[in-house]
């Protein structure tokens, strides 16, 4: 909402159990997550962070931030919070 619908938020889930993802998607607000993939299995989520460059043994969750041309533009390690906002409204205005 901050950024005025600059982003699309899509959901990546990793779970053995799909219903996990399902739930998720079901439970989230006006404006949020509104797509969700499922990765089944270690092959299928190795192949999805290697075709975003990063390391097939990463430590979950991942926030990756794509342009609209489909290239990574920011990786966050862990949780995003507040702190984490200025840093990907400018990786947004700047690919606009």
Do not use: M, T, Y
């Not at 005025?4 to 159990?17: I, Q, T």
């Not at 990756?64 to 995003?80: P, S």
């Amino acid at each position: 909402a901050q950024l005025g619908g600059a982003l699309r938020f899509e959901f990546l889930s990793v779970d053995d159990d799909e219903r996990l993802a399902v739930r998720f998607l079901n439970g989230q607000p006006k404006g949020g997550v509104r797509a969700s993939h499922h990765a089944a299995g270690l092959e299928a989520r190795k192949k999805w962070l290697e075709s975003a460059g990063l390391d097939s043994n990463e430590v979950l969750p991942l926030h990756v931030l794509v342009d609209k041309q489909g290239l990574v533009r920011c990786v966050i390690k862990g949780a995003v919070d507040a702190a984490d906002f200025p840093q990907i409204e400018a990786i947004v205005r700047r690919n606009d």
